[in-house]
């Protein structure tokens, strides 16, 4: 059902699609938008418990699209350093496809909001259990179980990583 990468040589590992999603700090959910036309939103987010956990308000462009098709992609750029001298970039990417559900209610819910209160404000867990008291029934979470997972590097990249080595 999905496809086999074109640059198979570059493409990483999926512990390594695994790190790049933990670390990232930024993802760019895309979802079949109104009219058909492609929605992409570049967001805040927790990987945690093998699945996306996205921060929203309960209705909008993103619920609405889910609530049409649940089919979603979230992409997260690791490394995008532009080489100019050698008319390259030095990438690093991952990008998973997978099905939206939203939750607004739930121990999920509230696990959800706690892990990505402790990925952006670490060590705040009072603070944060504040936060999240504050915030339900007013705020949703778009949970993403991914399907398929795959990334990417450039090859100047590679070559880099293994001169390291």
């Known amino acids: ?4 990468m074109r640059r198979h040589a570059q493409a990483l590992e999926e512990a390594q699609c695994r790190e790049i999603l933990t670390g990232g700090s ?3 959910l895309a979802v079949c938008g109104d009219g058909g036309y492609p929605y992409a939103v570049p967001l805040s987010y927790a990987y945690s418990g093998g699945k996306i956990y ?4 309960p209705e909008g462009h993103k619920l609405d699209a889910i609530a049409r098709e649940e089919k979603v992609s979230f992409c997260v750029v690791a490394q995008d350093d532009v080489v100019p001298e050698e008319y390259t970039t030095r990438y690093r990417s991952a990008i998973a496809f997978g099905r939206a559900r939203v939750l607004t209610r739930g ?3 509230r696990a959800a909001l706690e892990a990505i ?3 952006y404000a670490p060590g705040r867990r009072e603070q944060s259990a504040q936060e ?4 339900l029934g007013r705020v949703a979470v778009i949970a993403v179980e991914i399907d ?3 990334g990417k590097e450039s090859r100047a990249l590679a070559r ?3 001169a390291q080595r």
Do not use: D, N
């Open 117 to 119: 209160c402790e990925k």
């Open 54 to 57: 996205i921060h929203c308000a």
């Open 1 to 4: 059902m999905f496809r086999t």
């Open 26 to 28: 930024c993802g760019v």
């Open 148 to 150: 398929h997972l795959s």
């Open 132 to 135: 999240i008291e504050g915030a």
């Open 160 to 162: 880099m990583r293994a």
């Open 107 to 109: 121990p999920e819910l």
